[in-house]
């Protein structure tokens, strides 16, 4: 086992943003560092490219594919899941011994990573249990008494681990009062890419230009913002409804669906709009104490933002005055929108821009190193 070899594994690794700033935080402060992920097939070319760039960078990555497999759809990738989750078992039989730290991101990689140490005795790995969202509390036909399994246990993982992280104090309230001593917050905030990739898209200027992106999911009020008239919507992802949205864009003169984007190219995008749409639905639980990457991105670039009420963010937004907070439902939503000037946005953006610093990556990269570097430290003293 190398001291400062490290794995970080993740489902959908290189879709959101937290592994990779992690991966090349670590990398930076001389650990070395490894990547395990889940090739589903429809993921193939953002890992391919991925996979190319963290390689430059000296980081290893690692795919494993178990059949195509698309997202969300439920039940029917099923047996892809269990199927993941037990060759994650396997790889962590044949290589885990190389590993001081497995930093496994969500539920479905630290359930392998806790059969493998439970099932091997001769893994000696620390694990960090890096919980990003609670499956539990997902917006998804999961039967009660599997949230119930799931829910069980994700608190035995967190029993056994040497660490659990969170993106936000809002999620202490899923972690048992027992283990939120060992509990740190690392949270979403962007970690700038050194270039943008210019993605001009043509604005309507007489109308507000709203832009959403990210997982186009049923929860995210996507349904309430197309039904808005007289303004300006822009669409950028993939997710159940990507279909819907690219028919109303071909219908609708005011609706653009951008396709997939990455980091680089949804920044070119949204410093282009007049402000961001958050507005997910908190009717589940996991939309009651969102953290999302879009908040972050929006005071990083200086963009107001509309959130719904009830979503623990509607409070950060209204006391910092960052942008606007509406009831989840389409009249609310509309009224809102009605009332919505340039010279307020504008207003709300400077505000955003100012506190951009508190919340920077650059705060939680140094408490992501000291965590580490206080479970090495800890490993050498046994």
């Known amino acids: 086992m190398s001291k400062n070899k490290i794995l970080l594994a993740q ?8 592994l990779p700033r992690a991966a090349r935080a670590l990398k930076e402060a001389g650990y070395e560092v490894e990547i395990l ?11 391919e490219n991925a996979t190319v760039n963290f390689q430059a960078e000296g980081i290893k990555v ?15 990738t099923a047996f892809n899941k269990l199927l993941f989750i037990l060759k994650v078992v396997f790889f962590l039989f044949k290589h885990g011994q190389q590993y001081k730290v497995v930093h496994a991101i969500d539920f479905d990689l630290a359930l392998p990573a806790y059969i493998a140490k439970l099932l091997n005795p001769k893994l000696k ?10 499956v539990e509390t997902f917006h998804s036909p999961i039967p009660k008494f599997i949230r119930s399994m799931i829910k069980n246990l994700s608190e035995r993982i967190m029993n056994h681990s040497n660490k659990i992280i969170i993106p936000d104090e809002n999620r202490l309230v899923n972690i048992p009062e027992k283990y939120q001593s060992k509990t740190d ?3 979403n905030s962007i970690d700038p890419p050194k ?48 279909g819907e949205i690219a028919e109303y864009a071909d219908t ?26 958050m507005v997910y639905d908190p009717s589940y639980q996991h939309n009651q104490i969102a953290s999302p990457n879009k908040l972050y991105e929006a005071l990083y670039l200086g963009k107001p933002c509309i959130v719904a009420e009830n979503t623990s963010i509607d409070t950060f937004v209204g006391k910092n005055n ?13 009224r809102l929108i009605q009332t919505i000037t340039k010279e307020d946005l504008i207003a709300k953006g400077n505000h955003a821009k100012a506190i951009y610093p508190e919340y920077s990556w650059e705060h939680s990269k140094r408490k992501l190193i000291e965590i580490y570097n206080s479970i090495i430290n800890k490993g050498d003293n046994k």
């Open 195 to 242: 270039e943008i990739i210019d993605f001009q898209v043509k604005l309507n200027d007489n109308t507000i230009n709203i832009f959403y992106y990210g997982a186009l999911s049923k929860d995210r009020g996507i349904k309430l913002l197309l039904k808005q008239k007289n303004v300006s919507l822009w669409f950028a992802g993939k997710g159940e409804l990507q």
């Open 125 to 134: 790995f620390e694990l960090i249990y890096d919980i990003a969202d609670f």
């Open 322 to 334: 960052i942008g606007y907070v509406t009831k989840f439902d389409e009249t609310s939503l509309q």
């Open 252 to 277: 609708y003169d005011n609706i653009h669906y951008l396709g997939y984007l990455g980091l680089e190219q949804i920044l070119s995008v949204a410093s282009q709009m007049d402000i961001i749409y």
């Open 11 to 18: 489902n959908s690794a290189f879709i959101a943003n937290r």
């Open 37 to 47: 992920n889940w090739n589903r097939g429809v993921n193939a070319e953002i890992i």
């Open 62 to 76: 690692h795919s494993i594919y178990c059949g195509h497999t698309p997202y969300g759809k439920g039940i029917i």
């Open 185 to 187: 917050i690392i949270n």
